[in-house]
């Protein structure tokens, strides 16, 4: 699906820009071509967003989150040139497809964070079970960062972060210090009868 209906329509997109570009319109058609592409970036975009999220999701499905977060980690480190240490103990099972997906893009998005921000290249995540939660932490011994001069610049994806974790009754805390590191640490309920 990728490569015959995603990659062709970008290539149709990149044949139109060009053709934009060595031939421009009468300016009065110009908006309406402008328009055109734009919709056209829009409903590629997502669908490549639906596309990655089955994707994410079967293979969360499949393999369960600890595997998943393992295999994302082993990617990341191969793609990024970083090293990422994974370790994992008492998980529950079975997990919701919301949580696991939840602590999938938590994952994600903090695993790119530190690699773009910490300055380091060496990352702890750990994922674990309680009786009643799951947590799930990434650590790093980089630069830190002030927490609320982030929040109130609305960065690091943090907002994203809480938002996920809000919807599952979870929360999203974070210890940073300059020249410090920071550790990102999510947890979510996971016995029904703690969530009502």
Request: contains cysteine; glycine residues 6%.
């Amino acid at each position: 699906e990728l490569h015959d209906d995603i990659g062709q329509r970008l290539a149709v997109l990149a044949i139109e820009l060009s053709l934009l570009q060595q031939r421009p319109p009468d300016l009065s058609k110009l908006p309406g071509s402008i328009a055109k592409l734009q919709k056209q970036t829009s409903e590629i975009a997502a669908d490549v967003q639906s596309l990655s999220h089955e994707l994410h999701s079967s293979k969360l499905q499949y393999l369960g989150l600890a595997a998943a977060l393992k295999g994302f980690c082993q990617e990341f480190s191969e793609q990024q040139k970083v090293e990422v240490d994974f370790k994992t103990h008492d998980l529950p099972t079975p997990l919701s497809p919301d949580i696991s997906l939840c602590f999938f893009r938590v994952l994600q998005e903090g695993l790119h964070n530190a690699a773009k921000h910490s300055g380091v290249r060496h990352f702890e995540v750990r994922l674990w079970g309680t009786p009643d939660e799951v947590h799930l932490t990434i650590s790093d011994s980089g630069v830190g960062f002030d927490i609320e001069a982030t929040k109130a610049s609305r960065g690091l994806g943090l907002i994203s972060m809480q938002e996920r974790l809000k919807l599952l009754h979870g929360t999203l805390s974070i210890e940073s210090q300059l020249q410090r590191g920071t550790t990102i640490h999510a947890s979510v309920p996971h016995r029904s009868d703690i969530l009502h």
